[in-house]
Structure formats: structure tokens, C-alpha cells
């Protein structure tokens, strides 16, 4: 039971256009919700994260956007740059189904590829 | 990743044997997560632990998978008699308080590989 779904595999974009990276999620207990980034060898990197009481949080070039009606959540990088390339993992917590908010669920991850 | 470490890097062990790894949280955490990644796919949840207390081990395989986080030293994966299939990235992560509004930290992980 996948609850935090990023339905595409990769996306290519070109240096200085806007990246947009889509998580949904099926559990409506979820209420904190994370991005990560991911180079290969190495372990996930905090990027930003928002409440759910937010719909929108914003640090530097990453803004992240909070559907609660959809279950449906979006990170947006502008300028994209080439160092910006990795796997970038969306992850939910919440009081869902008794476990504890120290649980992490993470989508399958998106590989963004930015080119010069 | 600075700051949550992780040793070894890489272990390699035969089918049956005993594999330990390695977690120090970052200088000020008490809270303490792993994670397992398998190939092609995102990390999954495996325990959390404060120290000398396991809070949630919901995604900790029933058998041969324990964990601990003992009032000094680091916190130990511990997987007896592995199979192939416990080959895997392992990854610990930190927090200060628990995890719900504070990001959890991440080291660079151990990579197992069962010959």
C-alpha cells in the first residue's frame, strides 16, 4: 500500500526554467509533509517542509505547495541549475494508523535531470 | 550529511552470519530513525528510538532485526543469520525532538551486501 506516490520516475528540465516535482498522498493523517534531495552515495538531504496548516512555504529558490483537499503537494525550484540534478524523495508523517510521527513515508522518488 | 554518521560505509558478509551497523545522531539529537533502501525503490521506515527506549518498530521485520539505543554510544542495527534479500542501503537519521516539526537528519548510510 504505497501512501505517498511521486508518479514520475524522472524530468528533464533546462537551466534556469522552473522545476516542478508532484507527491500525492492517500492518508488524510498525514499532516507534515518534507522534502528531500538524494545524491548517489550519499544519504537524503533536507530541503524544505510544511504544516498542514500551511498551504505554501517558501526558502530561496524552493517553494513547496500544500493541496489538502487533493492530498496533493508540489515543490517548485526556481532558477533551476545544473548542480540541482539528484533524486528528490516527498515524505509524509502524521498520527496515522497508531505509529508514531517519528515515522517517515517516503514516495518513490524523482530523478530531475537540469541541463545547461 | 555532516553530523549523523554512519559506520561502516560498505559491509559485506556471507549468508548466516551476524551484520552490526553503526549510528551516532547528530550532537544534540536524542531521537534516532533507520531506514532501509531497497534497489529502485524509496526508503521505508524501519524503528524509532530515544534513548534506552525503542518508540516504534512498526517497520522492523519480525525476526532476526533488532535495534538499540543505549544511554551512551552509538545506536546498533543489529540482523542476524542475513539472508540475500537483507541486501540494502541502511540509513539512520536524527532528530532533536520527535519528528513532526523538526526534519529528520540523514547520514550518508551503510551499504550490505550478502555474498
Known amino acids: 500500500d504505497q501512501q505517498v506516490k511521486q508518479n514520475s520516475p524522472s524530468l528533464s528540465v533546462q537551466e534556469g526554467r522552473i522545476s516542478i516535482l508532484n507527491c500525492d498522498y492517500t492518508n488524510s493523517m498525514f499532516d507534515y509533509f518534507l522534502w528531500y534531495k538524494k545524491y548517489p552515495a550519499e544519504g537524503p538531504t533536507f530541503l524544505i517542509s510544511?504544516?498542514?496548516?500551511?498551504d505554501k512555504n517558501e526558502d530561496g529558490r524552493f517553494t513547496v505547495f500544500l493541496n489538502k483537499s487533493a492530498k496533493h503537494l508540489s515543490l517548485h525550484i526556481v532558477p533551476s541549475q545544473p548542480g540541482d540534478s539528484a533524486v528528490y524523495f516527498c515524505a509524509a508523517s502524521g498520527n496515522a494508523g497508531g505509529t508514531s510521527y517519528g515515522k517517515l513515508t517516503f514516495g518513490q522518488g524523482t530523478i530531475l535531470t537540469v541541463h545547461p | 550529511n555532516a553530523g549523523v554518521m554512519q559506520n561502516p560505509r560498505h559491509l559485506v558478509r556471507r549468508r548466516g552470519q551476524e551484520a552490526r551497523l553503526r549510528c551516532s545522531p547528530m550532537k544534540g539529537h536524542s531521537h534516532v530513525y533507520w531506514y532501509r533502501q531497497l534497489p529502485e525503490e524509496g526508503l521505508k521506515f524501519m524503528v524509532y528510538?530515544?534513548?534506552?527506549?525503542?518508540?516504534?518498530e512498526s517497520g522492523m521485520p519480525k525476526e532476526r532485526f533488532s535495534a538499540e539505543f543505549p544511554k551512551e554510544g552509538p545506536s546498533i542495527l543489529r540482523i542476524q543469520q542475513v539472508v540475500r534479500g537483507d541486501s540494502a542501503a541502511y540509513f539512520c537519521a536524527s532528530s532533536e525532538i520527535q519528528g513532526r516539526v523538526q526534519p529528520q537528519h540523514f547520514g550518508d548510510g551503510t551499504r550490505l551486501s550478502i555474498l
Open positions: 528510538l530515544q534513548k534506552e527506549n525503542i518508540i516504534d
Open positions: 510544511i504544516s498542514s496548516i500551511k
